[in-house]
């Protein structure tokens, strides 16, 4: 199929994609609660009601405002030190989506990397990097990120790094599977005929070709990298603990879940509800990316 053929293919699949993601009711659902955690994040200072850090012992953990003794005054209600639960929601949701964006851009700009020079030169140079990568899958994630955290301190950026140079690994394996089948197809041979050096070639014709499986493997990485940061504040290892992030109040909350449980619960609900819409709309997009999957 020639590069002009292939276009015109996908020109006329973006229709159909759109519609069916539109049909998909649950991946709409999941784009819509994402969207609104963006917009929570970005414009936190107008939505949230109190300074997230402000202290009040004169209403420390008041019940949200449908229970017993709660009022509008506090929604969610407060946690330990009178601090409105609300309020630490909006601004713990822009560290999660920040550190999540920022270590999967990385990872996958590492990664992509390496698979596409390893895949498409191979020889020694794939099996020296091949052999990195199962060295790194040796070690447990979340244990090598604590590691290399513990020795490093702890920091916002410290955390991106981490995250993003502990999980270059899968979207390495999977680009090099990629362009393993790609670099024998026609294009990459009339490309190397013509002269196109190989950098132009990976750049060109296998970059785009992979962005469909990078693009699903960045919003795994995104949910994972969500959940790794709260898992690292949550130990008191991530970001520092004057930092709002919805890791660092699970750890506060978790001593008054039999008493005030609302301390706890929301910031664990508004976790899942973003891996959870992360997730289905890394499935939404790959089904938009890859117009193969709307032939007839």
């Not at 963006?38 to 997230?52: E, G, R």
């Not at 992030?245 to 609900?269: C, E, H, K, N, R």
Request: contains cysteine.
């Amino acid at each position: 199929m020639t590069a002009i053929t292939a276009v015109a293919t996908a020109r006329s699949a973006r229709p159909s994609a759109v519609r069916a993601m539109l049909r998909n009711r649950l991946g709409a659902v999941a784009v819509t609660v994402l969207v609104l955690m963006v917009l929570v994040a970005v414009f936190a200072p107008l939505i949230a009601p109190y300074d997230p850090g402000a202290q009040d012992l004169l209403v420390r953990l008041h019940p949200p405002a449908w229970e017993s003794g709660g009022d509008a005054s506090h929604l969610l209600g407060t946690d330990q030190l009178g601090r409105d639960i609300l309020s630490r929601l909006c601004y713990g949701a822009r560290i999660s989506l920040l550190v999540g964006a920022c270590a999967a851009l990385l990872a996958g700009i590492v990664g992509a990397t390496i698979g596409l020079v390893a895949g498409f030169l191979g020889g020694w140079f794939d099996r020296i990097l091949m052999r990195l990568a199962d060295i790194q899958l040796a070690f447990p994630p979340i244990l090598l990120a604590l590691a290399i955290v513990g020795f490093l301190g702890s920091g916002l950026w410290y955390v991106v790094l981490v995250l993003g140079f502990t999980g270059w690994v899968s979207y390495a394996r999977v680009i090099r599977s990629e362009v393993l089948s790609l670099r024998t197809r026609e294009f990459v041979t009339e490309a190397r005929a013509i002269g196109v050096t190989d950098l132009a070639i990976m750049r060109r014709h296998l970059l785009p070709n992979v962005m469909a499986p990078l693009a699903t493997i960045g919003t795994l990485h995104v949910a994972a990298a969500i959940v790794a940061e709260a898992s690292l504040s949550y130990l008191g290892l991530g970001v520092p603990k004057q930092t709002v992030t919805w890791g660092g109040m699970l750890s506060d909350g978790q001593l008054y879940l039999g008493t005030s449980w609302w301390v706890a619960v929301f910031p664990g609900i508004a976790l899942m509800l973003t891996a959870l819409a992360v997730n289905i709309t890394g499935d939404v997009l790959r089904d938009v990316a890859d117009p193969k999957a709307y032939r007839s």
